[in-house]
């Protein structure tokens, strides 16, 4: 076979959605979307010159269908079936793919999975999935009269263990996972990547290690047990009354509880844990205090952290003030976000 045939060879391979695009989906149903060019450029700079041009316009004429599998049920609680969606990457890769869980804020008692509706997420989440990673976000019960911490987190945690069981089938990379969360499900995340081993409750996943590489917090509460960081009386009646459906319990009482339920009590664990916490200044729910405790205290105890304080942000990262712009923009953020996951989870 000539040089030219062999390149065109090669990038026909390329084109081809390899087997994550052909795995069996069990309790799920499989959806093609987003169709996007395959060829990137610079490849087609490299083989410009060698390529006849006939071969040249076949393979550029060649589309990549990305996949994604929906409604995926990685356990049963009781008579809910608790589901997942995977987010196949917008590029072609070879080989198992890096994953990163997506999980929804909502006060730990509403919000659903849909990334399509996940705000400045949904951005976030289109430029990781074009850097060839798989998007996996998760449902998790939600607080209610029956349900209290450490339902959610389980939850959580058993879906990391799903994917590791699965993730041959579904072409993923168990050794490359990392999380990504919004207020609650910021919490959540931290919590999943500090304690790899002592949350979940699924019988048929017992036993399944994980091991999480990276986290990206927005505004997750990181110490529930420091209500007077909230800044005025409402606020923190409205916060005790959240964390008290949370964790079944008031503060008064069971500080025990609140301290275990909180991120910056699992510092030390999975001390290889890399992390970039985005949290807005003026936050009137999750007071940036406690973040920077956070951040004290993962530097000091030699945790690779990041930490983007942004001024002029609400808890939905609006602009405080309307007269002026956060800083950084949302803008420079995803470009940070993005950044971190090529750093950690593919380089």
Known sequence: MNTVNKIAAFMLIFAMPLSFAACTVKNGDMINTETSAVVQTELEEETEEALEPQNQKTIENIEFYPTVYK????????????????????????????????????????????????????????????????????????????????????????????????????????????????????????????????????????????????????????????????????????????????????LEGNEELYAYASPISHVGKNPDLSLLVVQGKNDELVPYVQVDRLYERCSGAGYDIKYILVENATHAFAPADTSRPTSPTLAEIITECVEFIKAKLIA
């Open 71 to 250: 409604n995926i049920t990685y356990k049963k609680a009781g008579d809910a079936e608790l589901q997942l969606d995977i987010y196949g990457p917008t590029v072609p890769t070879f080989g198992p793919v890096p994953v990163l869980l997506y999980v929804h804020g909502g006060s730990w008692v509403s919000g659903t999975r849909s990334i399509e509706d996940a705000g400045q997420i949904t951005a976030i989440v289109d430029g990781i999935r074009a850097l060839g990673v798989a998007v996996v976000p998760v449902s998790y019960r939600l607080t209610s009269e029956t349900v209290t911490f450490p339902a959610h987190i389980n939850d959580v945690c058993d879906a990391i263990r799903f994917i590791v069981k699965h993730a041959d089938e579904y072409n993923l990379d168990p050794q490359r996972i990392g999380l990504i969360g919004f207020s609650a499900g910021g919490h959540l995340s931290l919590l999943a990547g500090f304690c790899t081993t002592e949350f979940g409750d699924a019988p048929e996943l017992a036993g399944v290690e994980f091991d999480v590489k990276c986290v990206i917090d927005f505004c997750g509460p990181a110490d529930l047990t420091q209500l007077t960081d909230v800044p005025t009386e409402a606020e923190r009646v409205y916060a005790l009354a959240i964390l008290k459906s949370f964790l079944g319990a008031e």
